[in-house]
Structure formats: C-alpha cells, structure tokens
C-alpha cells in the first residue's frame, strides 16, 4: 500500500511538472520582444536608487568582491567619474570602499549586464517590450570592441566616447525607434541566425539587419545630417551593437516564466566574476550560485589564461532562449573566433538537445535542415546526463581597460543545477 502510495505520489507530480513546462514552453514561444524606445534607467526601472548601480551576474557581496574582478572594478570606477558621482577615480574608490555605492545584480531589476558594463539611473537604456505577454526589459547601449567601460577601461577618452554614445546618440537612436513604432526583434535574430549569427558571440547580421530598419527613420528624425551621420556611422562600424538586445529580448521573453509552480525550466544563467547563478521558473527570482567556472577560448596573440578576467555577463541568457552556444551550428565562422573546428563547434551544439524539452520553432539552423535550437534548458535532464549547458563569451583583461584578449566556451557549474533541483522538491 504504502509503495503504491509513494508511485502514485510520484505520478501526480511527474504530470504537474509536465503541465507546467508545457505552459513556460508556451509563454516562451509566444513572446515578441520589441525595441520601443531610448529612456534613462531611473524612468524604465522602478525604485532604482540615487546611488544604486546595478552589474551583471548574481548579488555581489561588497566591495572586497569587486576588487576581485578587475574589469568590474575599474568599470564601476569609471561609471561613478562618468556619472558624476565622483571627481575622479581615486575618489571613487574611496567611494566604493565606504560603501556609499549600493551595488544590485540588473537580472533582479528586469535588466542585463553586458559583460561588466553597469547600470545608474541617469544611463540611457534599451527598453524592450515583449508585446505577448505584457513584460519588459532593458539593457545598456553597447559601446563596441576596444576600449570601453564595460571592460574597465576608464581613461578620459573613453569616458568622452560614453558620453557622446549616451548623449547625441542615445536621443536620436530613441527619436529614430519610436518613430517606426517598435523594432521586432526576434524576427531580427530569427534571420540572422540563417545569414551566419549565433545570436550571442556573433552579432554582425542582427546588427546589420537593425541598421536596415532603423536607418530611415533616423534620417527622418529631423535632426542635423552631421548628427544622423555620426549615430550612423557608429552603428555600422559597431558589429556587436546588437548583443544588449539580444539580452534584453531574452530577459523580457524569460519574465514571462517566473513563478510557473512546478516548472524545471532555467530562465537566467548570469556570473558576476566571482559566482555563477541560475534560476529557474518554478523558483522564481531565486538564484542558485556556484563559484565561477573558467573559460576555454582562443587568446589574442600575446595573451594567455594567466590574462584573462573571471567569466561576467548576463549575455548567458542568450542560451536560455537558444541562442548562443545552443546555436553555434548556425555560426561557422564563430570557429576561428572562440577556438576549435566547425565541426567540433556544431558537435557541442547539438548536444544541447539532451538537456532540452524542445526545438524553437522560430530560431532555425539551415545547416540542419532549418532544426529549431534547443530550447528550454531543464534542470532535470541536466542532472540525469550529467551534462551541463554550454555558453559562449568574449574574454577581457583582468586589468582593467586593456579591453578583450580573446573569445571561447564556458561549461556551466552542475552544483547550480543540483541546488535548484534540491530547491524545487523541496517546494
């Protein structure tokens, strides 16, 4: 009796789960993530603090971790000059140390981090609006490769850059995206994955494609031809511009799960230099954190691993959807960028599949006969094959300010995968 009792136990919760993954399946694949404006982040992010500043990854615990990282560091020293929250460098380490900076993981405030760039509430973000199911995210501008904040630069010329970026060019991108009324973006990734993306490391089609949309209306804007020509012209030279929305359509496609009961589908991996977090549907806004894992890349010529800052971002949120590592197969040319062949890189890919209930019916691999990416990532499964999810990553300087060294792969913690599991069948 008592063992029919356990199985039938067993049963009712095998078929509650089923249920409510079919339902944050549904929800995922009904989203619609658009670009519908420019706004700084104190007007799109409720209760964001005068001197709260939100970074990548899960919470930090202070100050002493920051220093750990050395692109976030000289990042949120540079963003506290930038903001004009302190004369200077020195002064913002003093700062910082006082703790006169509140520091909050973006992800727990509907918004994303890329790489170690941060967020005040003067930054001009992204907003996205995921017009399905009602939820919205947003997502700093991407500055572009070299020297930048979100690297830890934070020199005078590239501060004079942020400001030009997060001035002219912020207020005519915003004028130019709420004159075409809301930028689809998934139908942006959706194409781009079949003119060589992955949707997260390689970003030169979706870029391309957004200044195809968005090119008109920023000439119909009204605003000087010389000022048109600079946000033009900083677009079309930038080819990971798109990257923070990918991000930010991810995060807004994702808000759309949290809360599920029962649901065992990861909607966030995150690392904010020092830990690795996760959540998952049925847990909610809960993360489930693990030190951070390193990276396996390919290195600039003259840079090593020794060189390399610990693994950052909340770009991984890009897997969650199918993006990224999950579509690597898609990317053949990702193969010189991140190390090893295409055919290594399309094998890794495709073993995705083991840790995921479906296909995305929109994002297609032609090199796979037009297959969805692997999508929704279950807890379950990746406990069972023992086989955690792959994400791909720029790789930057531990000091800060030199900027990236190279690119590569990261194989997620399975102690995250374990506590969350733990967590859900304790609910």
């Known amino acids: 009796m008592a063992k029919t009792t356990v199985r039938a136990r067993a049963r009712r919760t095998d078929n509650a789960t089923h249920a409510a993954n079919a339902e944050a399946l549904k929800r995922m694949f009904a989203s619609t993530p658009f670009l519908v404006d420019v706004k700084p982040a104190g007007e799109a992010i409720a209760g964001l603090g005068e001197r709260d500043l939100l970074h990548a990854g899960p919470p930090l615990a202070g100050w002493h971790e920051v220093r750990r990282v050395g692109a976030l560091h000289g990042s949120i020293l540079g963003a506290l000059v930038h903001l004009g929250w302190a004369k200077d460098v020195a002064e913002a380490e003093a700062m910082g140390a006082a703790g006169a900076v509140t520091l909050k993981a973006a992800n727990d405030h509907n918004a994303g981090g890329t790489y170690a ?171 489930f954190t693990a030190p951070v894992p390193g990276v396996k890349g390919k290195y600039f010529a003259g840079y090593t691993a020794k060189d390399a800052n610990p693994v950052i971002g909340d770009s991984e949120i890009s897997e969650t959807t199918g993006l990224g590592a999950f579509a ?43 297959r969805g990416t692997p999508a929704g990532i279950d807890v379950r499964r990746v406990l069972e094959t023992r086989l955690t999810p792959l994400f791909n990553t720029g790789i930057a300087h531990r000091t800060p300010g030199v900027g990236q060294i190279g690119a590569g792969f990261v194989r997620t913690p399975l102690a995250s995968f374990k506590a969350a599991a733990a967590a859900l069948a304790a609910d």
């Open 117 to 287: 760039g941060v967020i005040g509430r003067n930054t001009p973000v992204l907003v996205i609006d995921n017009r399905a199911l009602g939820t919205r995210a947003v997502a700093a501008i991407n500055e572009g490769r070299g020297k930048a904040l979100r690297y830890g630069a934070n020199d005078r010329a590239t501060l004079d850059r942020l400001k030009w970026i997060e001035g002219e060019f912020a207020t005519v991108l915003g004028a130019a995206i709420r004159l075409t009324g809301g930028v689809d973006l998934y139908d942006i990734l959706s194409q781009a994955l079949h003119m060589g993306d992955d949707g997260h490391s390689r970003q030169k089609a979706a870029s391309a494609l957004l200044l195809n949309a968005l090119a008109t209306a920023m000439v119909e804007t009204g605003y000087p031809a010389a000022t048109i020509a600079g946000a033009l012209r900083f677009m079309a030279k930038n080819e990971i511009f798109f990257l923070p929305l990918t991000i930010g359509a991810g995060k807004s496609t994702m808000l759309a799960l949290e809360g599920i009961a029962g649901a065992t589908i990861v909607t966030c991996m995150a690392a904010n230099g020092v830990r690795f977090g996760i959540k998952v549907a049925g847990a909610g806004r809960r993360w």
């Open 328 to 370: 690597m197969a898609a990317a053949p040319a990702l193969a010189r960028y991140v190390g090893g062949s295409v055919k290594d890189q399309a094998r890794l890919a495709v073993a995705m599949y083991k840790l995921t209930l479906a296909e995305h019916p929109r994002f297609t691999i032609p090199t796979l006969e037009f």
